[in-house]
């Protein structure tokens, strides 16, 4: 039972393996008959000590279910005859001999190493006739008192190997063991062991309905080159799918049927667009586009305004047509004035000058003036000096010239003196400047006045040329 179990667990291990792992367009056996006749050498393990070499016969049919691997599985009947005999001084009779008549079944496992070597497993029962006999043909003393039934089920393992003479003929090489369910083969019972007998066989196999189409493809398995088509797919004379556009893509496979001769194609048998841009290698005159940028009809990148610069590289898409751009697709400007060279009337503007539209240099608007006290005033007083009337008087034009202009004085001092003496003569000093501006014909409500005293210095008031550039009035336009 123990070797019947452990070849049992063999075949269904080895069958598992090999339809995972051993996939073949060629199976032999695989949905035929097959007609066995074998002969050869048995050998008895009884309770006779010596064992004696005998012979057997045996007749099977064996019928394989179709496969699309290099295993095959079957189904195999099977009848037979021989003898095993004996010898041992130690018992009485010394000898034995009984003949064997068996029938029975299993099953078989084949696996086809090549197109010409198949080794196979079996495992199976057979009910078993037996008739121990002595010398002279006469009965063994339990045989005659009728002790035991002369029938039983016997379990049956063979391990053998088919070479394939032609695709229906083959020779065979088969060593099996026969275990007795019983311990009578040879009309004794000592022990615990049970009678058993290991046979080595050699004979032919024929096979019946060979010719098999295993894939339904109407290309017999033999010349088959692809025997895994799927069912009802056309194929050619060697049952291989048909590929019109003979891209390596079967049609049934091929999401782009018509594809030209030679162009790479993916998977789905559709040419490779290596940048994803829509636009096959074979077509795209840009094969590098950036993922995810819209593309003209050549693969190329759009250039909407026609720089030579594409769309996602371009930060001034909307280029005149012909102006000359840099490599970011806008309008050259040489002078870097911010006016581009196509706009600029005056190109050789220097760095730094500010400029009108057209690029040309424009005079700046002061902003905020300043008047020296010590120049402009009497030292410790607040009247202004004929020195302060010119540059008075050129920011009175300023403001005549902009006439909703709003302004803002304001004096300083430096910290000689008491805080309250400084706040007073900077207010005082601010509003000399405000009535000479009114003495102008400017109205009042265009000033704002405020005395700082001595709070914003502007420069070190430790040495006398920085009190002297702290001493000032300012001048400031607020709108």
């Not at 099977?60 to 290099?70: G, I």
């Not at 077509?283 to 950036?290: A, E, I, R, V």
């Not at 720089?307 to 050259?332: M, Q, Y």
Request: aromatic content about 10%.
């Amino acid at each position: 039972m123990k070797i019947f179990t452990f070849l049992l667990i063999l075949l269904f291990s080895w069958s598992s393996f090999s339809q995972q792992y051993q996939r073949n367009k060629y199976t032999a056996f695989s949905g035929s008959v097959v007609l066995s006749m074998e002969g050869g050498a048995t050998l008895g393990f009884t309770d006779y000590k010596n064992r004696k070499v005998d012979y057997m016969g045996r007749g099977s049919v064996e019928y394989f279910f179709p496969s699309f691997t290099k295993s095959s599985f079957g189904i195999r009947a099977m009848a037979g005859g021989g003898y095993i005999r004996g010898e041992d001084p130690n018992l009485t009779p010394n000898t034995f001999s009984t003949s064997l008549l068996f029938a029975g079944g299993g099953l078989i496992y084949a696996l086809s190493l090549t197109k010409v070597v198949t080794p196979y497993l079996f495992a199976g029962a057979a009910y078993t006739w037996f008739d121990p006999r002595g010398e002279n043909d006469v009965k063994l003393p339990n045989n005659s008192a009728v002790v035991y039934k002369k029938k039983e089920l016997n379990y049956l393992g063979e391990v053998g190997v088919r070479f394939l003479a032609t695709d229906n003929l083959s020779f065979n090489l088969v060593g099996g063991v026969q275990l007795s369910n019983h311990d009578y083969l040879d009309d004794v019972a000592i022990g615990t062991n049970k009678d058993l007998f290991f046979s080595v066989l050699a004979g032919a196999s024929f096979s019946f309905f060979i010719t098999r189409d295993s894939d339904g493809d109407g290309v017999d398995d033999s010349e088959d080159l692809c025997g895994d088509t799927p069912p009802h797919i056309k194929v050619d004379d060697f049952g291989c799918p048909i590929d019109s556009d003979k891209d390596g893509i079967p049609d049934y496979l091929d999401k782009c049927p018509n594809t030209p001769k030679d162009v790479l194609v993916n998977n789905d048998g559709c040419p490779l667009d290596s940048d994803g841009d829509g636009i096959a290698d074979y077509l795209d005159l840009c094969s590098n586009t950036p993922q995810g940028t819209p593309v003209d009809k050549s693969g190329c990148p759009l250039d909407h305004d026609g720089d030579g610069v594409p769309d996602f590289k371009d930060k001034c898409s909307n280029t005149p047509a012909k102006v000359e751009v840099d490599e970011n697709g806008c309008p050259l400007d040489s002078d870097k004035d911010g006016v581009p060279d196509y706009l600029d009337n005056c190109p050789g503007t220097a760095a730094g000058t500010k400029v009108n539209d057209k690029g040309c240099p424009v005079k700046e608007e002061v902003k905020e003036y300043s008047l020296s006290a010590g120049a402009n005033f009497a030292f410790g007083s607040s009247s202004l000096l004929p020195s302060a009337y010119p540059e008075l008087d050129k920011l009175v034009e300023v403001m005549k010239q902009n006439p909703f202009s709003r302004w803002r004085i304001e004096g300083h001092t430096d910290n000689i003196g008491s805080k309250k003496g400084n706040l007073k003569i900077s207010r005082e000093r601010a509003e000399s400047v405000l009535n000479y501006f009114i003495s102008k014909g400017l109205v009042r409500n265009r000033f704002e006045v405020f005395g700082m005293g001595m709070d914003y210095p502007i420069a070190d008031n430790s040495t006398e040329a920085g009190r002297a550039k702290n001493r000032r009035v300012v001048i400031i336009r607020i709108n």
